[in-house]
């Protein structure tokens, strides 16, 4: 069985940093890419980054470039979002997805972990 599992979510004040965890297991890194989005309240769920099988980042939102940064532990089945300088506007919740090729779109993810709160606030 393929599941995701997020964690990691808190609550933050502006500037701060966060770190939030994907463990997979049912499958490893190297059969799926796996890409983090978020969605905030009222809105589409709305692609982040994405790490490809080689290890290449792939960036979906101009707003947090520079920011935030995406790395896997292949010994851990693990991919992680590391969040920099975070912003009330980052607010929300933080879900990763596996697929087989990156995407921005949401639609064509086939597994989804069930999501980490984030909360920026003062």
């Known amino acids: 069985q393929r599941q995701l599992v997020e964690s990691g979510g808190d609550l933050v004040q502006p500037g701060g940093s966060l770190r939030l965890s994907c463990a997979v297991s049912?499958?490893?890194?190297?059969?799926?890419?796996i890409g983090w989005f978020r969605q905030a309240p009222g809105k589409e769920r709305e692609g982040v980054l994405c790490t490809s099988r080689s290890g290449t980042t792939i960036n979906y939102s101009p707003s947090v470039k520079g920011r935030f940064t995406i790395s896997s532990d292949s010994a851990k089945n693990t991919v992680y979002l590391q969040m920099n300088n975070l912003k009330p506007e980052d607010t929300g919740v933080y879900y990763c997805?596996?697929?087989?090729?990156?995407?921005?779109?949401?639609?064509?993810?086939?597994?989804w972990g069930q999501g980490t709160q984030v909360t920026v606030s003062s």
């Open positions: 049912g499958f490893t890194l190297e059969d799926y890419e």
């Open positions: 997805g596996a697929i087989y090729y990156c995407s921005r779109s949401a639609v064509d993810y086939n597994w």
